[in-house]
């Protein structure tokens, strides 16, 4: 049936209004209309389209195609795709630099592209008068595979470009990735159903990429961003990258929005920098930076290696999942008899640093990762976080002699292992587990809890081993020459740890209150304690209800609480170090608690020169709030380096914003 115009102009608005929909729900992720709005244009197309004949293969109904390939074809590229070359370290962008000016014969300061190194599989888009005609793999860089029928089912990559009137050929370079939460969501699904899990986002990609059904790679949530353009035939283009980026954005295409110009390769290393910081915020696999002259007439002028161009080179990060094998399990006594299966791997260097064990927190975990001794396993370590084994790649061949159980009696004091609740096991020898009174005296000397300097962790399962003490108590009585006799300890550190240990009993109320180790009593806890009791009497005193009443505590860590000051070993144990001289005070020297009453805070990014505990704990103690999230109920957020979403959030909401510097005199002005 042939359609009148009426049909024809709707059907033309149908599609401009669902490519606009799809534009702000794929690249930009920020939706005008609800789901069941858009699915109603949608329906709607389908239905004109049937009814009056009007598919076209750039229509946004015709992402996924119905029929499975028989086989790739193989497409030539016109124009080589090439490789980048790496460098691990400053100098070597330096270097870097230098020949480029030393081809260049002039010593001006240059400008780049700065952009992140994605990680996920080249392609390359070809536009023939502003439709997507097709996409190829890189392959060797000369000859790669046509992928059309997938990369179509990419929603953010447009079939036809925002161009109007474009005529000529338009090659568009760039990386097809898979994101961490679409990643996170497909393997959730995976675990779920019982389905094989994928290895990492970069392999899943891969794998969607290279499927014969487009079916199939419509199911993995692939995106793109473009980085550059190959071949340019009939159309006007600018003469700088950073220009040609915005002209492809306002065409439609997805182009990284953390990229950056710079002036000189010191700028370059700035940005790398604060890539390096937010690399975990972002919501996409990087490992590393590009770093790209900006100027395509000087790109031309440089020209390229065999395989790599001279006007480009890649700064690698360290990566941050690696594979590794498990070697063996241990089982390790906490503070309060907690038994925690802990990893020991085969070593290996991930995230800037050497791991050779991790903690698997607890047997549920054990089973949910169906990990057994000699497994392959990836391990993953982000930022400062520990690391952690993320999944099993490949299970031991001969599994019999790797299942990891439970000890039944602890391996410090061969007490019966209990099961408590629903995942914890726990030795029952109490203060007779040596483990147990090494790690409460190692606790009670941390730095957040007394801070005794030069009472290591070594040090501590020392002088349990040699009975010289068995609770904290015992701290305050030990002698120079008891400590000198110990190995590699000298008479001056000796003294050095007396006048320590000595100098610790003049301590904060909340500090002290931490330093016992009550259970799921963390340092805000035992600062919220303080400023409500203002006395360690009255903190002993109370009941469980009463704790409840203090914001923040609930009915488990109020009972926790209660019980620990109704067992007479406690108080027997407070009373010896009371005796022993102990001065507590309510508040550190000078603050005043009420300063920042009524305010909210919240910590973004990373803080460089006090741990991020101790900034919350410093702003209750000045009456603050410390909340985990942006709202309009903050009052300032506090924004390291690598800041990401509740810095943006805090700027749209027209939050004040400080960093760190600013934090920490405002911090001090309020001490005095
Ligand atoms: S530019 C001639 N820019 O890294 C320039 N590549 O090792 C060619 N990659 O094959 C690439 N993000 O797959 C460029 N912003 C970016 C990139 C990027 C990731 C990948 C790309 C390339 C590989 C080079």
């Given at each position: 049936?042939t359609?009148?115009?009426k ?5 033309a608005?149908?599609r401009r209004e669902i ?6 729900y ?14 109603a244009?949608?329906?709607r197309?389908?239905?004109l389209?049937?009814?009056y004949d ?10 996924v195609g ?9 497409i030539?590229h016109?124009?080589?795709m090439?490789s ?12 870097f630099?230098?020949r480029?000016k030393?081809r260049?014969?002039?010593e001006?300061?240059?400008?780049y592209?700065c952009?992140?190194?994605?990680d ?15 996409a190829?793999?890189?392959g060797d ?8 029928h ?6 953010s ?7 109007q009137?474009m ?12 994101g961490?939460?679409g990643f ?5 699904r995976?675990?779920r159903?019982?389905g094989k899990?994928?290895?990492n986002p970069?392999?899943t990609?891969?794998g969607?990429v290279r ?10 949530p692939?995106?793109?961003?473009c ?8 159309v006007e283009m600018p ?6 980026f ?11 929005p953390?990229?950056?110009?710079r002036?000189g ?9 604060d890539l ?5 915020a ?5 490992d590393?930076a590009v770093i790209?002259v ?5 790109q031309?002028?440089?020209g390229?290696n ?7 080179m890649?700064?690698?990060f ?18 309060t008899?907690t038994?925690?299966?802990v990893?020991?791997?085969k ?6 640093v ?5 903690t ?16 392959s ?5 982000a930022?400062?976080v520990?690391p952690?084994?993320?999944?099993v790649?490949a ?15 602890c ?6 292992v209990?099961?408590e ?5 726990k030795c029952?020898?109490g ?5 147990q ?14 801070d005794?300097?030069?009472l ?7 002088l ?11 701290l ?5 020459s008891?400590?000198s006799a110990?190995?590699r300890m000298?008479p001056?550190?000796?003294?050095n ?5 000595e100098?610790s009993?003049?301590v ?8 016992l180790?009550i259970?799921?009593v ?8 303080a400023?409500h009791?203002?006395?360690l ?19 488990i860590?109020?009972s926790?609480?209660?019980?620990f000051?109704?067992q007479?070993?406690?108080?027997s144990l407070?009373?010896?170090l ?8 309510q508040r550190?020297?000078g ?8 305010q909210?805070?919240?910590l973004?990014?990373?803080?460089e ?10 702003l209750?103690?000045l009456?603050?709030?410390?909340a985990?999230?942006v709202s ?18 805090a ?9 760190e510097?600013?934090?920490l005199?405002?911090?001090q002005?309020?001490?005095?």
């Amino acid at each position: 049936m042939t359609a009148p115009d009426k049909i024809l102009q709707e059907v033309a608005a149908l599609r401009r209004e669902i490519n606009y929909h799809n534009r702000l729900y794929y690249t930009l992720d920020s939706p005008e209309i609800p789901d069941a709005d858009y699915d109603a244009l949608f329906d709607r197309l389908t239905e004109l389209e049937q009814e009056y004949d009007l598919v076209t293969p750039e229509s946004p109904t015709r992402r996924v195609g119905s029929e499975p390939l028989a086989q790739f074809t193989q497409i030539t590229h016109e124009q080589p795709m090439l490789s980048l070359d790496k460098v691990f370290n400053e100098q070597d962008l330096q270097d870097f630099e230098s020949r480029i000016k030393k081809r260049l014969d002039s010593e001006a300061d240059l400008e780049y592209s700065c952009e992140p190194k994605v990680d996920g599989i080249a392609v390359s888009l070809l536009y023939v008068d502003g439709v997507l005609t097709r996409a190829a793999t890189r392959g060797d860089g000369l000859t790669g595979e046509d992928i059309t029928h997938n990369v179509r089912t990419i929603h953010s990559i447009p079939l036809r470009l925002d161009a109007q009137g474009m005529t000529g050929r338009l090659e568009v370079r760039g990386e097809i990735y898979l994101g961490k939460a679409g990643f996170e969501k497909l393997n959730n699904r995976a675990e779920r159903e019982g389905g094989k899990v994928f290895v990492n986002p970069r392999n899943t990609a891969a794998g969607a990429v290279r499927q014969l059904d487009p079916r199939k790679a419509a199911r993995i949530p692939l995106q793109m961003f473009c980085y550059s353009i190959g071949l340019v035939d009939g159309v006007e283009m600018p003469g700088r990258l950073g220009d040609v980026f915005e002209l492809l954005e306002a065409w439609g295409l997805p182009v990284n929005p953390d990229r950056s110009a710079r002036t000189g390769i010191d700028g370059c290393l700035d940005y790398c920098l604060d890539l390096l910081n937010k690399r975990n915020a972002l919501n996409y696999e990087i490992d590393g930076a590009v770093i790209k002259v900006n100027d395509l007439s000087i790109q031309r002028e440089l020209g390229q290696n065999a395989r790599t161009p001279r006007w480009a080179m890649a700064y690698k990060f360290p990566a941050e999942e690696k594979s590794t094998q498990v070697l063996g399990v241990e089982f390790q006594v906490g503070r309060t008899g907690t038994i925690t299966p802990v990893a020991r791997l085969k070593p290996v260097f991930v995230g800037g640093v050497t791991v050779s064990n991790t903690t698997l927190h607890n047997m549920d975990e054990v089973e949910r990762l169906g990990l057994r001794v000699g497994d392959s396993v990836i391990v993953r370590r982000a930022g400062d976080v520990i690391p952690k084994i993320i999944r099993v790649i490949a299970p031991e061949k001969n599994p019999a002699p790797g299942a990891i159980v439970m000890p039944s009696r602890c391996p410090a004091c061969h007490s019966p292992v209990l099961k408590e609740g629903e995942v914890l096991y726990k030795c029952s020898g109490g203060l007779i587990c040596p483990a147990q009174r090494k790690e409460a005296v190692k606790h009670f000397a941390s730095r957040s809890a007394l801070d005794i300097e030069g009472l290591g962790d070594r040090l501590v399962e020392i002088l349990v081993d040699q009975d010289l003490i068995s609770t904290v108590a015992d701290l305050y009585r030990l002698e120079v020459s008891q400590i000198s006799a110990l190995e590699r300890m000298g008479p001056k550190s000796a003294q050095n740890l007396v006048a320590a240990i000595e100098k610790s009993k003049q301590v904060t109320l909340a500090r002290f209150l931490y330093a016992l180790g009550i259970r799921e009593v963390g340092e805000a806890t035992a600062q919220a304690l303080a400023n409500h009791h203002q006395a360690l009497q009255s903190v002993i005193d109370a009941s469980a209800a009463d704790h409840e009443q203090i914001p923040d505590i609930g009915p488990i860590v109020a009972s926790h609480i209660e019980t620990f000051f109704r067992q007479e070993h406690n108080l027997s144990l407070i009373d010896q170090l009371l005796q022993c001289g102990f001065v507590l005070e309510q508040r550190t020297s000078g603050e005043n608690s009420n300063a920042l009453a009524g305010q909210t805070f919240v910590l973004t990014g990373s803080l460089e020169q006090m741990p991020r505990n101790e900034a919350k704990v410093r702003l209750q103690a000045l009456g603050a709030k410390v909340a985990g999230s942006v709202s309009k109920n903050t009052s300032v957020v506090v924004a390291g380096p690598g800041a990401g979403s509740k810095r943006a959030k805090a700027e749209a909401l027209g939050i004040k914003i400080i960093d760190e510097g600013e934090f920490l005199a405002l911090i001090q002005s309020l001490n005095h």
